[in-house]
């Protein structure tokens, strides 16, 4: 039995503790708001994942230092843009040379990292960390209803460990050695897939949707290759397959969010209401910047940044992508 540090208790922090119980780990799980995690810990139920009863085996920590105390293993289920001010609160309490693997999926904005980037500049370097990713949604988790993920690592060792700890009936984990890519597929998918639920909320109907999800999967998998992953990375797992769900589920809070600005709400009165944290809008601002980093064309990206921060009309922003110059299809250019 080793121990398990869960940081994080949102929607896939719970579904993460309910698999590492199963897998016959010691778990212990930590938020960042007391009031909530004491309320998980006394009813064992949360607002954030209907009709879901935590384990009374997992202990549930109020106080980091005993989250962390001898632990073999942490995992990061913070969102992406608020992993660095939880981390830096944390990184006194985690022993050096503690993996860390992380599901956040996203990219910071202002220093363009990934999340795994941002736990290893706050904690050291001394910790190997792994992407544990894919396509995943977490009302279907709850349920033990099959998925697959992968785990990423530079170092074989720690994907491996991360493989085996979550090796239940109804996840099969793959080891892979591209954390780069897997990480950013996490990432920028998220940004697609606003785009596909716009396409659902005007009702373009599925030819427009498919061809959102094709095109999008091309832009990304450019600005992997020009930030040096690998493309295949993108035609996996982590890539096309977690694409797909985020796009097409009902479940998917990104796909949801752009329904819904499809159908004319505000971005304001959806953050508001969605009650957990639609990563692609704050992830598209740092895409934006990643792509004119990297020199990489994204069409679609910016797009989705001109609706969700300069009110382009969406029909305007359809018409904008229909009336492109005609040109032979490409992945990578």
């Not at 792509?291 to 069409?299: D, F, G, L, T």
Request: glycine share 10%; net charge negative.
């Amino acid at each position: 039995m080793r121990t398990v540090a869960l940081i994080g208790d949102g929607q896939m922090g719970l579904v993460l503790a309910d698999a590492l119980i199963a897998r016959g780990e010691k778990v212990r799980l930590w938020g960042p708001f007391s009031e909530v995690v004491e309320e998980l810990a006394n009813t064992r139920i949360s607002p954030r994942l209907d009709g879901f009863q935590l384990s009374k085996d997992v202990e549930v920590c109020v106080d980091a230092e005993t989250a962390f105390s001898g632990v073999d293993v942490a995992i990061n289920a913070i969102p992406t843009q608020y992993v660095r001010k939880v981390w830096s609160g944390l990184s006194n309490h985690l022993q050096q040379g503690t993996p860390v693997a992380s599901v956040a999926k996203g990219i910071e904005i202002g220093s363009l990292l990934r999340p795994t980037q941002v736990i290893q500049e706050v904690i050291g370097t001394t910790s190997e960390v792994c992407v544990l990713s894919g396509p995943t949604i977490a009302t279907e988790l709850a349920i033990h209803q099959p998925a697959v993920m992968v785990a990423s690592s530079t170092d074989a060792s720690v994907a491996a460990l991360v493989q085996d700890i979550f090796n239940v009936p109804w996840l099969r984990i793959y080891t892979h050695d591209d954390p780069l890519g897997v990480e950013l597929a996490g990432a920028t998918k998220n940004v697609i897939a606003i785009a596909a639920g716009i396409c659902d909320g005007i009702e373009l109907g599925d030819n427009a949707k498919s061809a959102m999800l094709a095109r999008g999967l091309a832009e990304i998998s450019r600005l992997g290759v020009a930030m040096g992953a690998r493309v295949e990375t993108f035609f996996g797992i982590a890539g096309v397959g977690d694409l797909a769900t985020t796009c097409f589920s009902p479940h998917g809070r990104n796909r949801t969010c752009g329904e819904r600005l499809g159908k004319g709400e505000t971005l304001e009165t959806i953050q508001e209401t969605m009650g957990s944290v639609v990563e692609g809008v704050p992830t598209t601002k740092a895409v934006r910047a990643l792509a004119a980093k990297y020199s990489v064309e994204m069409p679609i990206s910016e797009a989705v940044y001109q609706i969700l921060y300069e009110g382009l009309p969406m029909r305007g922003a359809i018409d904008s992508l229909m009336s492109r110059d005609l040109k032979a299809e490409k992945i990578i250019r």
